[in-house]
């Protein structure tokens, strides 16, 4: 799905994804398949570029195929073949990622929290992403239940979640981690 601010895939989704990766792996229960998902997941969130991502993978998995890195990346995760075989978009909150993996486990974000200094940055991009696509949404049945809860938010709720995305993006998130990026 393509968003209104796409993102490069060097300035964004490396420098904050990696990081990210870094510490995730130190705890990861599965790290291959969760880390995959949920970077897919992160990527979608940030805006970047879908092709982008799928010459990412192809570069760092070494058992990454195109022929099925392509679609699963294209069609699936990012969610940018118009929906030919995906039936929404994959985007995911910080709670849903707490429930599905032990990667909160010793991170200082809340995955509840969507603004403020302890907001997760799955949770803020989450709705970003809704916000940033509210139209196109419209025609994706399955994404009804997430609209009507983008509908609830406030307008300043929605600005600051706005602000708090650019932060994330910026890289900002993560100098207010006590976890340090790299060993």
């Known amino acids: ?3 209104p601010r796409i993102r490069h895939f060097p300035t964004t989704f490396g420098q904050a994804i990696l990081p990210w990766l870094a510490f995730r792996k130190r705890s990861a229960k ?3 398949t969760a880390t995959h998902t949920t970077s897919s997941v992160y990527a979608l969130l940030l805006g970047v570029r879908p092709h982008e991502i799928h010459e990412w993978y192809l570069a760092v998995y070494v058992d ?4 099925v890195e392509l679609p699963n990346v294209i069609g699936m995760s990012q969610f940018a073949d118009g929906g030919r075989m ?9 709670k849903y ?11 200082p974000f809340d995955p509840a929290e969507s603004i403020g200094e302890r907001a997760c940055p799955f949770t803020t991009l989450y709705w970003d992403f809704l916000m940033r696509n509210e139209e196109r949404l419209i025609s994706i049945p399955r994404m009804d239940l997430q609209r009507k809860n983008l509908d609830k938010l406030p307008a300043a709720t929605r600005r600051a979640i706005t602000e708090r995305a650019e932060e994330v993006r910026a890289g900002k998130f993560a100098e207010k981690s006590a976890e340090p990026a790299f060993e």
């Open 1 to 3: 799905m393509r968003s």
């Open 64 to 67: 990454a195929i195109e022929w």
């Open 86 to 94: 995906a039936s929404k978009p994959y985007a995911a909150t910080g």
């Open 30 to 32: 599965r790290w291959n």
């Open 97 to 107: 990622i707490q429930r599905m993996s032990n990667y909160c486990s010793a991170c």
